[in-house]
């Protein structure tokens, strides 16, 4: 269980998310004659299906970017990262510490 992978995972998630909400949203906003005129043109016969496709996709969107970020915000207060003030960060330290915890719970079971 590494707590230190599972906060970088979702920050980056969050962030993705926020990101990818804002850029559809822009492009959206900027092209929204162009794609609604080019749907109707295309696809005259089901466009009223298409615009429930995007809008539902766009409310799944959103619902993405809210979750993803109280997720993270919970799992960034709630697992916070610890720094040991020892400083021993180096391979052969990090290399004997998972040694000593292999070997601690072997003897514990």
Do not use: C, Q
């Not at 980056?12 to 990818?20: N, T």
């Not at 009223?48 to 969107?61: D, K, Q, R, S, T």
């Not at 040991?84 to 004997?96: K, L, N, P, Q």
């Amino acid at each position: 269980m590494e707590k230190k992978g599972t906060i970088v995972s979702g920050v980056f998630l969050a962030l993705l998310a926020i990101i990818s909400f804002i850029a559809a949203a822009v492009l959206l906003f900027l092209f929204y004659r162009i794609i609604i005129s080019f749907i109707l043109f295309l696809l005259p016969f089901i466009a009223g299906i298409i615009l429930v496709i995007v809008a539902f996709l766009f409310l799944w969107v959103v619902i993405y970017a809210i979750l993803g970020t109280l997720v993270t915000i919970y799992v960034f207060f709630a697992h916070p990262m610890r720094v040991e003030e020892r400083g021993e960060y180096t391979i052969d330290a990090i290399e004997e510490n998972g040694k000593r915890k292999r070997s601690a719970s072997k003897n514990s079971s």
